[in-house]
């Protein structure tokens, strides 16, 4: 029965349907029948078979109740077509759903007399006697053995290493050599070119047969070299990112590879921790866990350690475990490991799914279908010169093979090649630019982005701060490193709050310090580190600091918490509470303020001179911090350690601004964005203050008045409102992770083709969901470089901009090749059939076609795959999404020049009518017309603006080589006897060659000219 789990906002609502769990063919049913409602009622459907859910959007014109009784009609149709069961009332399921959950777990293969091998399979069963969310924390500690205090011992983690193996998911094999090989004998042309062997044998012409093999051959050989090193490139980007686990064992926190995590281990989650694997909750303070990956909820899950009494509880709704894929946002805790490698949850998916091989591209996809339309049209084509022969009077035998032959020729079987290939160089010229692709069609997609969203702290910024300004005790102190000394000869002198204040501010931090020959080393945040720093260089011990202050507690931010709050115990036993984060927000929870040693109630006034002072520090694209501390019980006065109910009680203690300059070749970046015709938008946590003046730096908004929206309440819009918006802003200020994704997707929405950059933890679920996700590959984290499609290994924005040069070069270089591809073999096809309906006989035997679509179309082909960008191809808009690869016009354009190439060959053939008559040697005439002719027009494909004859277009040797080399053939073919009675070439003279050397260069003049 479907139930409404949740409706989140207006037009938004999750259903959950037992009969999807695990039900890969129900999954695909429905999106096919619901994609019949998108635009008329439903605008996205997302199923998930691991949590039985499904996230529905819909117009505000229907109702939660209206789209669940669609699904259950769905449901209906489902099991009519499948002649499946009805669900079990009582548990929800089917039968076929119940057959697939068994058959995840296969049965342990045995040795011996029969005793089962000690597998993971095995111990897993053992260990499922009651769903792990069912059982007490102690009760499930004690079945692994585990002291949460040490976790696993070394040698017992080791142990079950060995028992469970690895936990690692199972990879698809990638394609052997053997198997690309194969592939390239299983497609149309070749069974077209078979075909014609056959006739050939049939025919007496042995010979024949041989050398259309061998063609076949060639062609498969070609196509084999670029594909297996293809292939090699696709397998390496699954190897770019390796995460990590923290684990504890023998008392010690370790990190170790994900691969070496074992049941039983006990797994430290903090801010931007990788789920190793599948644990139950021991310990968790406001533990926040994006399961998107799993689940497909946009929002993070709060997460707890209460015991669930209902087995039978979807994935997403088993609060108190936690799965491997999902990532920490916020709050801290302990798991302990229950699961591990093709056993967790997304592994046992894994296993219900067929593995194939590394899937089509969209661009492979378009070019699979405009080649299935070719091979109709040709083959159509080709029948009917078939039939004119046969009424002009030639065997049936003789216009069959040439038909044959004919529409092999003129089908190019290369495209899929040409689309891999080229998609892979462009992978391989990135890394170059220090930029690494983590998918294939990441490229093409970088090449028709629309949108760029960026964030600001470490993207935009160094992420390299500095206090530059602090505010405290109702005065400003504003320096730089060369006014150290000065400083602090205030603070001594006069300074009290202020040196409280970087007391505080060093307190309140997670900054690791090391001390190491009379310097300090220091790792944490760029935020933290600075404050840190100040406290260092002003003399501050900030070791003794922390050693007199014990930390005892740490709540981190959150989405509902913007600020950082540590307990600490004095020396005296007394308990201290530091407050650092928003300054507003702090400033709301204070009622006394820190002035000359004493602490003074704080007053409107007061209030509002912190305010303005924030505003002003903002205004001057600084990141502030407030702070402020809680002396005394910590429990009382509205104060509750345990569930931190904080509301009044602080003491102010002042702001720090913090610089974070902006990265060298921003400002350039930007506007070269704007001129590729890609919106830029800025996203940041920062107040709106702060973005504001880096924003106006930048000049995101071309000119026009800078729109910007504080996100504060950017979850009570409707979605409407948000998609309207989204395409209206330039900056969103104080954003949340959530509301990062909320952003994304509403300028999805909006139809644009979006990127995301990002560093941090935050930037995860919407680095994720983007089209392109860019990830920081020096300054950013694991989590960020885990999810992104593009990771920059140097930081180095401005390699963003040759990465969609490259993608937008890459696209327009697989136009280029299939443009050349289409009007060369459309050519053959043309002079063929004309010369046919005029009664001039076939000017082109069944060898010369095969060695015309031998030399003239693959190398030249490839070669223009390895075109240099384009002088103006970032000067031009990006292409919009699901265009088909050719417009109408360029249509018209190939079909022009297909018939300028056929022009040129008749004409030729038609001298060698009048001064020879039909026979070998007017044929010779058309054949090596046609075959220089379709290469020098490679030379025209190279751009459909820009003439060859201008000589500004970039060099290709590539294409230089290729053609040079396949003329240098034809020439050898026209003077080696061999080849000559091979291919059926007559005698020719040096008038014969002057015309073909006019025709040959008329097309490529004529083409130019037209272009220019």
Not at 127 to 145: C, D, G, K, N, V
Not at 150 to 178: C, D, H, I
Not at 804 to 830: A, P
Request: proline residues 5%.
């Amino acid at each position: 029965m479907i139930q409404v789990v949740h409706a989140e906002v207006q037009g938004r609502v999750r259903f959950h349907i037992p009969e999807l769990y695990r039900c890969e063919s129900l999954k695909k049913f429905l999106q096919e029948r619901l994609s019949r409602y998108r635009g008329n009622g439903i605008s996205s459907f997302s199923p998930n078979i691991l949590t039985g859910n499904a996230l529905v959007c819909f117009n505000t014109d229907n109702s939660p109740e209206t789209i669940g009784l669609l699904l259950e009609q769905c449901l209906r149709e489902y099991h009519a077509s499948t002649g499946s069961p009805q669900p079990d009332p009582k548990t929800g399921k089917s039968v076929i759903d119940r057959q697939v959950q068994d058959d995840s777990f296969p049965s342990p293969p045995t040795v011996g007399q029969g005793e089962p091998v000690p597998t993971f399979a095995s111990a897993w069963r053992e260990q499922e006697i009651a769903p792990w969310h069912t059982l007490e924390t102690e009760e499930i500690l004690a079945r692994w053995s585990v002291s949460r205090e040490t976790g696993l011992a070394q040698e017992v983690a080791q142990g079950n290493y060995e028992k469970f193996g690895p936990n690692a998911l199972s990879e698809p094999e990638p394609r052997s050599g053997w198997e690309i090989f194969i592939s390239q004998f299983k497609s149309l042309p070749v069974a077209l070119l078979s075909a014609a062997a056959g006739l050939a044998v049939i025919s007496g012409g042995i010979l024949d047969a041989v050398l259309i093999m061998g063609v076949v051959a060639v062609n498969a050989g070609i196509a084999y070299k670029t594909e297996s090193e293809a292939e090699t490139t696709i397998q390496s980007l699954k190897n770019l990112i390796r995460p990590t686990a923290q684990v504890i064992r023998n008392g010690d926190l370790q990190e170790i590879a994900v691969e070496g995590v074992v049941p039983g281990d006990l797994l430290s989650l903090k801010p931007g921790t990788y789920i190793a694997a599948d644990s139950r909750l021991v310990e968790a303070d406001r533990l926040s866990i994006d399961e998107s990956a799993l689940t497909g909820e946009s929002l993070p899950a709060l997460k707890t350690t209460q015991v669930l009494k209902a087995e039978n509880i979807p994935l997403g709704d088993r609060t108190n475990m936690v799965y491997r894929g999902a990532m920490v946002t916020g709050g801290q805790g302990l798991a302990l490991v229950v699961a591990t490698g093709r056993y967790t949850e997304i592994g046992k998916l894994q296993t219900l799914v067929e593995e194939a091989v590394a899937p089509e591209t969209p661009l492979e996809k378009q070019l699979g279908r405009v080649g299935d339309e070719l091979v109709l049209l040709c083959c159509g084509i080709c029948a009917l010169v078939c039939g004119i022969g046969l009424l002009r009077g030639f065997a049936l035998l003789q216009m069959a093979n040439t038909a044959v032959s004919l529409a092999a020729a003129a089908v190019p079987e290369g495209l899929p090649t040409v689309a891999t290939t080229t998609l892979a160089l462009g992978v391989k010229n990135m890394e170059k630019h220090q930029v690494l692709i983590r998918r294939l069609e990441a490229v093409e997609t970088l090449g028709c982005l629309q949108t760029i969203c960026l964030d600001k702290t470490g993207t935009i910024t160094k992420n390299e701060m500095t206090v530059v300004r602090i505010y405290a005790g109702g005065r400003v102190f504003q320096f730089n490193e060369e006014d150290l000394p000065a400083a602090v000869h205030q603070i001594a002198s006069n300074g009290h709050e202020f040196a409280q204040l970087i007391r505080m501010a060093a307190l309140c931090n997670e900054t690791e310090i090391d001390r190491a020959e009379n310097r300090y080393v220091l790792s944490g945040s760029a935020t933290e580190k600075a404050l840190v720093q100040l406290a260092i260089d002003l003399g501050i011990d900030v070791l003794d600091l922390r050693r007199r202050y014990p930390l005892l507690r740490v709540n981190h931010r959150s989405e509902q918490r913007p600020f950082m709050t540590t307990y600490h115990e004095t020396a005296t036993g007394d308990k201290l509470m530091v407050l650092k984060g928003s300054p507003l927000d702090v400033l709301a929870m204070c009622d006394t303020y820190l002035k000359e040693g004493q602490r003074l109630p704080l007053n409107v006034r007061q209030r509002l001179q912190i305010e303005t002072e924030n505003d002003r520090m903002a205004g001057d694209s600084l990141r502030v911090l407030g702070v402020a501390v809680y002396h005394g019980e910590i429990n009382g006065n509205g104060l509750d350690a345990g569930n931190d109910r904080i509301d009044r009680g602080f003491t102010w203690l002042g702001v720090t601004g913090m610089a974070d300059p902006i990265r060298e070749g921003v400002h350039q970046l930007v506007s070269d964005f704007h001129r590729a015709g890609i919106r830029t938008v800025m996203i940041t946590g920062d107040q709106s203050q702060t973005a504001y003046a880096i924003g106006k730096e930048l000049n995101l908004s071309q000119g026009e008045p800078l729109e910007i929206l504080d996100s504060t309440h950017l979850d009570a819009m409707a979605p409407e409102t948000i998609k309207a918006l989204a395409q209206r802003v330039h900056i969103f200020a104080r954003v949340s992770p959530a509301h990062k994704l909320q952003i994304v997707r509403a300028l999805q929405s909006a139809g644009q083709v979006v990127a995301m950059t990002g560093d941090g933890i935050n930037d995860g679920p919407a680095l994720k969901a983007a089209e392109v996700g860019i990830a920081m590959g020096h300054s950013g984290t694991d989590i960020a470089r885990e999810v992104a499609d593009v990771v920059l290994k140097e930081d180095n924005l401005e390699a963003l901009v040759v990465a969609i040069q490259d993608g937008r070069t890459s696209y327009n270089n697989i136009k280029k090749s299939v443009h050349f591809f289409l009007s060369t073999n459309i050519s053959e096809i043309m002079v063929t059939f004309m010369a046919l309906a005029a009664g001039w006989g076939t000017p082109l035997n069944t060898m010369q076609l095969l060695w015309i679509n031998l030399v003239s179309d693959i190398l030249p082909g490839l070669a223009l795959t390895m075109e240099a960008p384009e002088p103006s191809v970032l000067e031009r808009p990006p292409r919009p999404t699901g265009e088909p690869i050719f417009s109408g016009d360029e249509y018209w354009s190939i079909m022009r020049e297909s018939a300028t190439l056929s022009a040129a060959a008749l004409s030729a053939y038609g001298y060698g009518l009048m001064r020879y008559g039909i026979g070998a040697r007017a044929g010779a005439l058309a054949f090596n017309s046609l075959t220089i002719a379709q290469l020098l027009h490679a030379f025209s494909c190279r751009s459909d603006r820009q003439s060859v004859f201008r000589g500004n277009l970039p060099a290709n040797r590539f294409l230089t080589l290729s053609v040079g080399g396949s003329i240098l053939l034809q020439v050898l073919a026209m003077f080696t006897p061999g080849l000559r009675s091979l291919l059926g070439i007559g005698a020719m003279s040096l008038t014969d060659g002057v015309v073909i050397a006019g025709t040959s260069l008329m097309p490529l003049i004529i083409n130019e000219l037209i272009k220019k």
